[in-house]
């Protein structure tokens, strides 16, 4: 990809991909932060394919932790993003998960993020 755009990489790919990736400028670049869950990630390659997590469980240790990354990041980040029209479609999904699964997905994410610090 960058061999394509090789006359544009400081001045559109560097400050895109950045902005994408990080949500650092606030949405200057990208109209809402780049994060998804597994279902994006299966959907635009082929890494789920021979993974042992499950693409479609959000919780218990077989669960992609994309899942409860994803669903945990919009639930304690929405007073924040709640502000960009794009992300409401995201956050009536996130509505729609019950309470105690959102605990669960909120728990699992939380030791995920633990286990990564070490
Ligand atoms: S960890 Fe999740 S997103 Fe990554 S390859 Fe496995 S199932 Fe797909």
Do not use: H
């Not at 669960?63 to 980040?77: D, I, R, T, V």
């Amino acid at each position: 990809m960058l061999g394509i755009y090789i006359d544009a990489i400081q001045w559109v790919e560097m400050p895109n991909t950045r902005g994408m990736s990080q949500f650092a400028d606030g949405g200057l670049l990208a109209t809402k932060p780049y994060v998804s869950s597994d279902s994006y990630i299966n959907k635009m390659s082929n890494y789920c394919r021979e993974c042992p997590y499950d693409v479609k469980k959000r919780i218990g240790d077989e669960a992609c932790p994309f899942n409860s990354l994803y669903w945990n990041f919009l639930s304690e980040k929405r007073e924040y993003l709640k502000q960009i029209p794009r992300m409401n479609m995201m956050f009536s999904l996130l509505d729609k998960i019950p309470p105690k699964e959102l605990a669960e997905i909120k728990s699992r994410a939380k030791t995920i993020i633990k286990s990564s610090k070490k």
